[in-house]
């Protein structure tokens, strides 16, 4: 009975010891994962794969961040959504995602932002968005230009803009 009052009690001791998620990256993968956090806040995005980041001028729990929205952006493309980043990139590998980043994506999707970044700061976005985990739910899949939209969507169109102005997409 001893022997068991005690290895209970050392189990008990050792998951004090045992790391939490946030500190489970170690060294120079935690360096990684710390810059890609930033990288996820200054880059903008949360703003749009973060349900309610704007609207709560970024107030929203980390386990949160990146699972992706429902609320659509509608332009001459149809209407896209953005995607759940934890999911998506849960399915790649590091090459994966730094080819995938320098790649055109839907609009209104600021994908020549990410072709211009580093490799290093690619590498730091995914071991970030790897780090947080899978969660939520896959985000709706894009409509086509006319075709009815069951989800709420923001218009992402200028008014009034001369036809010499306007992008030839």
């Not at 149809?78 to 590091?94: A, D, F, W």
Request: aromatic share 10%; hydrophobic share 40%; glycine share 8%.
């Amino acid at each position: 009975m001893q022997a068991f009052a005690l290895a209970l009690a050392t189990l008990s001791f050792l998951s004090i010891l045992s790391p939490s998620p946030a500190s489970a990256a170690s060294g120079k993968d935690a360096l990684l994962v710390e810059r890609g956090k930033y990288l996820a806040q200054v880059a903008g995005c949360n703003d749009c794969h973060t349900p309610g980041y704007m609207q709560n001028e970024g107030k929203v729990p980390e386990n949160l961040w990146l699972t992706g929205a429902d609320v659509g952006f509608q332009g001459p493309w149809g209407t896209s959504y953005p995607v759940n980043l934890r999911l998506y990139l849960n399915k790649m590998s590091e090459a994966q995602w730094i080819a995938r980043a320098r790649q055109p994506m839907r609009p209104p999707m600021p994908w020549y932002n990410l072709r211009e970044m580093s490799d290093k700061d690619l590498l730091a976005l995914y071991r970030y968005v790897r780090f947080l985990g899978p969660a939520g739910d896959p985000a709706p899949v894009a409509v086509a230009p006319g075709q009815p939209v069951a989800t709420p969507y923001v218009e992402f169109v200028p008014k009034n803009l001369p036809l010499d102005k306007q992008a030839s997409r």
